[in-house]
């Protein structure tokens, strides 16, 4: 049975690939599992048939037979924990590697999304300067423990796993913000997991949803 | 062989159990698993033996043999997949289970943590008052969704799980606010959660840690 995700119908980043479902693509194209798209509007996110879904009316949602997930931690673990490619086989490595899943969504994206809300939604207020350095101190601070802790190394912990996947996907919501290239060993691995032949089948398919919904008009 | 976590030497919230080592104190309460506690104060936290244990010098870490792992919901999810008795034997019910541990720490917890920063850093700034609103309205919505998820049942989906642990925690953080008291079915959840016995052993124990520390002076 093929799996049936949930993704914006025009995507508000316009093809950038940093909206969520892109983590639950390229999960799905690191360990060859084939999955079908169901594009839904911001309109249709609010309504019930959705929020059955997703309770916070979010995408992705991931559908398979009987079994409803959200959240793209979830899937991507879900994903990982059934097919081979994502996570050690290694039990001690394995929970390491589902440590970093959870360092990417709760410590390292929180203050990344701040600072986006921040410059999206206080940019006109006469105290977004102010907020605004506060906000970088705060994004700092993670990418600088984070660059210490990646080193020399080409992964955060031994070979490619979902936390990286997900770490990934984090890091380049600074896209443009010249956050990341302040540390040249974050940006580095930021390139490397954009240059895995899944991410670009992953990031190409996102794209060309929004370059469609474009071209419609 | 009993692990070990980490836990603050003396408690930034005076023994109110909102830090983030309560979740893993709870979890082996619920399975019946005995661990031990090491204290560390907030120098010992950013000093470099801890950050090799937690890339990003906080608290709590779980130790046992040769493992380490950091990151309150990864510890949880490893000790609920080790024992039984914080997730449902079915393979669905599990993975939903897993979606809400992500729910209450990648959705549900990083608005209510900009609230509460914004109520410590921002409390002296002359635009708090209107940063407030925003951050309020921005958990309204999060708490108004999970309120129309949960609905009269007892538990987020079924029986009660490691997803109801993290959800619980992570409401707790808004004790004093009366935002959770807005909606009486979350409230009641919450209090389901902390009546349990297990949640009770963990909080008097966080509590006895901080009673010590204090009447140490």
């Known amino acids: 049975m093929i799996p049936t995700i949930t993704s914006f119908e025009k995507s508000p980043d316009r093809g950038q690939g940093l909206a969520r479902d892109m983590r639950v693509r ?8 084939q999955y079908d798209v169901r594009l839904v509007s911001f309109q249709q996110m609010k309504e019930p048939a959705h929020l059955d879904l997703h309770p916070f ?7 398979e037979g009987d079994l409803t997930l959200f959240e793209s931690g979830a899937i991507v673990l879900h994903i990982a924990q059934r097919h081979a490619g ?3 086989k290694d039990a001690n490595a394995r929970a390491r590697a589902i440590s970093w899943m959870f360092a990417a969504l709760n410590t390292v994206e929180p203050p990344i999304v701040e ?3 921040g410059m999206y939604f206080d940019r006109d207020k006469r105290w977004h300067q ?4 506060m906000l970088n101190d705060r994004v700092r601070a993670r990418l600088s423990e984070l660059s210490r802790r990646l080193g020399d190394n080409d992964w955060l912990d031994g070979e490619f796993s979902a936390g990286d996947l997900l770490m990934v996907t ?5 896209d443009g913000s010249g956050e990341v290239e302040k540390y040249p060993n974050l940006a580095a691995y930021v390139a490397r997991g954009e240059a895995r032949p899944a ?3 992953a990031f190409a398919d996102q794209l060309a949803v929004f370059t469609a919904a474009t071209s419609k008009g």
């Open 86 to 88: 994502l996570l050690p």
């Open 199 to 201: 991410y670009q089948r």
């Open 115 to 117: 600072r986006e809300m």
């Open 130 to 133: 102010e907020r605004l350095a």
């Open 26 to 33: 390229w999960a799905f194209e690191e360990v060859g599992q």
């Open 170 to 174: 984090v890091l380049r919501r600074l």
């Open 57 to 63: 009316g979010q995408i992705p949602t991931y559908e």
